[in-house]
């Protein structure tokens, strides 16, 4: 039995797909304050003056294509969109809803994603397409996998040409531990309740009948990182089936750095929930 859900887990069926978004749709700050959606638009001028044109888009855990959507607002369309998420279906929502010249929607777990980003993927990338300099997003997803091994990982299949444009939520305030807990209910609601409560059923082997319980914990690999769990308590040890690390941005600076990832731009929202960092390898 497993001590924690694969986050890939609660992604796997168009339905969760679905309950996931009504907890988007109720919850998300992106959603419901417009400094966190202007956010997403603010790079855009630093882009368009690092990155050559005709560009390639990889949209990695892109989801429905909400925040890359905002982006591309503001710079001229990629001559090439991969579209890359756990769940199919938000995919390839994601490759209707953003403008390209050739699009392409794959399921992808993001624990693997050094096979589809290196240049002998088995993906059939046009070849007039894959010299391209690209341009990667990874919106909301270090809240949920490990942060170090990601980047690593995405930072050895990118060029000198390539620029990484991520996004990190927040513990509000200077203390993690303490901001994590003012934010605990944007989770602990009946909504996402639903939706894990659903991936807890699909998921085999079977969990054993028990109940979820959310708090906040130590990271068990960073102890000064908070994360935010969803236990499965049962008769024997919990299982995590949720969560969502709640770095502080110097955290998130370190990351970057021992990545082997260099900072080019960053911006934070004004109530210090979100930010967006602009990086490239590191020569």
Not at 257 to 276: F, Y
Request: hydrophobic share 40%.
């Amino acid at each position: 039995m497993p001590t924690e859900l694969p986050a890939s887990a609660l992604y796997s069926h168009p339905s969760l797909g679905r309950l996931w978004k009504k907890v988007h749709q109720a919850h998300s700050p992106f959603l419901h304050r417009k400094a966190v959606r202007l956010l997403y638009q603010k790079p855009a001028f630093a882009i368009r003056r690092l990155l050559s044109c005709p560009y390639a888009l990889v949209a990695l855990g892109c989801a429905d294509g909400a925040k890359e959507s905002l982006l591309l607002q503001k710079l001229l369309p990629p001559a090439l969109l991969l579209a890359f998420d756990t769940n199919l279906s938000l995919a390839r929502r994601a490759a209707r809803r953003l403008p390209a010249h050739q699009k392409m929607a794959r399921q992808v777990d993001l624990n693997s994603i050094s096979a589809f980003l290196n240049p002998k993927s088995k993906i059939k990338i046009p070849k007039s397409s894959r010299a391209l300099p690209r341009l990667l997003t990874l919106f909301g997803v270090l809240p949920n996998l490990d942060p170090l091994p990601l980047l690593r990982s995405i930072r050895r299949c990118m060029s000198k040409d390539d620029l990484l444009l991520l996004s990190a939520n927040f513990a509000p305030g200077a203390l993690g531990h303490r901001g994590a807990l003012a934010i605990l209910p944007q989770y602990d609601n009946r909504l996402t309740r639903n939706w894990l409560e659903a991936a807890i059923r699909r998921y085999r082997p079977k969990l054993p009948k028990g109940y979820l319980k959310f708090g906040t914990y130590s990271d068990p690999k960073q102890t000064a990182l908070a994360r935010i769990e969803a236990r499965w308590m049962n008769s024997n040890l919990p299982i995590v089936v949720f969560s969502s690390r709640r770095p502080t941005h110097p955290q998130v600076e370190s990351w970057i750095q021992a990545s082997g990832l260099r900072r080019l731009n960053r911006w934070i929202e004004p109530r210090g929930e979100e930010g967006v960092w602009l990086v490239t390898r590191r020569a």
